[in-house]
């Protein structure tokens, strides 16, 4: 059976912003508080918002710690016991077929920035309050002797840098100077130490990236390779295809794609391949089972310079993985023993190790069970000690 446990004290709205307004009002305040601002309310980043949420708790560091985020993230946060409260208020995302979607969004965020900077209010008074920002877009509230800004960056080099669009070129800039801003930037590995450290950060700290600490069913596993998570150009996954194809291996492509034109064109990729495609978010449960059971996990990346949560947990189960040989990935994996670095973009190497698995007796399962919470209780010391 699968393991779930409520988060407790738990602030659901989706009323009126002067509802929530008042919400704020009369919260008390304590010595000390964290509040982790995170606005994606689905997949790895929250779920990363809540597993350093719930380390702060557990060590202890702070007398109360909150999780924004935005209607949905309640259904991604069930499987953390510690008590941290979840607060789903900031706006509900727009459906992605308006018309008016930029502007909407423009709108939203302005809304949501105003909407932090109450709650802000709300909780310093006479307590110390750290913000853990787990994206640039708002910017940074006012640094004074008991507002402390951290800015948790996850990829310093975005995912399709020579293809941004003139808004994606602003965000970016906007990244910068909330690195320059930030009493701490946290980062995970070395190479986006590197890229940050120009920049002009006042204080960088750089972090490992655990795998999942909570309970997951394990279910049979299933022949064949897998590319998991969501589904983007930079991941390399047409030399996927064709090396699977060469190779006769199964290849199953499980992610949203991003953009949704990149998804068409995977379409048309995979006919006549031995891959198939299965282009949706999976919620956590169904993440870690499929991730859990995977015969062989890849990352045949193009460029990455940031750390995988897929590589990560792949590690956790202990799967068999093959990777491009990118100095992030060759970093985060360590001396895991059951990884295999190819060229980035060569079909026939990746080929090569996908046939040898094919004509090999019996697959490898490493035994690398890792005391996850502990990791991530070291990681919040890290940031936040």
Request: aromatic share 6%; proline share 4%; net charge positive.
């Amino acid at each position: 059976m699968k393991k779930v446990t409520r988060v407790q004290n738990v602030v659901s709205s989706r009323g009126r912003w002067s509802e929530l307004r008042r919400g704020y009002t009369n919260e008390a305040i304590l010595s000390r508080s964290l509040l982790v601002v995170c606005p994606t309310e689905y997949g790895g980043q929250i779920e990363h918002a809540a597993e350093i949420a719930a380390a702060a708790s557990r060590t202890a560091m702070f007398s109360r710690v909150i999780l924004l985020s935005r209607p949905g993230a309640r259904e991604a946060t069930s499987g953390w016991k510690d008590s941290f409260e979840l607060h789903e208020t900031l706006l509900p995302r727009r459906p992605s077929t308006s018309p008016w979607r930029r502007v909407s969004q423009t709108i939203d965020l302005l809304r949501e920035r105003a909407h932090i900077r109450r709650l802000v209010g709300s909780l310093q008074g006479a307590a110390a309050l750290t913000i853990l920002w787990e994206t640039s877009k708002y910017g940074l509230t006012r640094r004074t002797s008991r507002v402390e800004n951290v800015l948790f960056l996850h990829n310093a080099i975005p995912h399709e840098a020579k293809q941004m669009t003139l808004r994606d070129r602003l965000f970016f800039l906007q990244e910068q100077r909330t690195v320059r801003r930030a009493t701490l930037t946290a980062l995970h590995g070395e190479a986006q130490r590197a890229i940050v450290t120009r920049w002009r950060a006042r204080r960088i700290v750089v972090v490992p990236l655990p795998g999942d600490s909570r309970t997951v069913l394990v279910s049979e596993q299933v022949p064949g390779a897998l590319c998991l998570g969501e589904v983007r150009p930079n991941k390399g996954l047409e030399n996927a295809i064709q090396a699977a194809t060469s190779a006769t291996i199964p290849l199953r492509v499980i992610g949203a794609p991003q953009p949704d034109s990149y998804g068409d064109q995977l379409r048309d990729h995979v006919r006549g391949s031995t891959a198939t495609v299965d282009f949706r978010y999976l919620d956590a449960d169904e993440f870690n089972t499929t991730l859990a059971s995977a015969e062989v996990v890849l990352l045949p990346y193009t460029h990455f310079s940031a750390q995988s949560g897929v590589l990560a947990k792949a590690m956790q189960y202990g799967r068999r993985i093959i990777a491009s040989d990118l100095d992030s990935l060759r970093e985060q994996a360590g001396d895991y023993p059951l990884i295999e670095f190819v060229d980035p973009g060569s079909t026939d190497e990746l080929a090569s190790r996908l046939a040898a698995l094919r004509n090999a007796t019996t697959v490898e399962t490493a035994q690398h069970h890792r005391e996850t919470q502990q990791e991530w209780d070291d990681v919040a010391r890290r940031i936040f000690g």
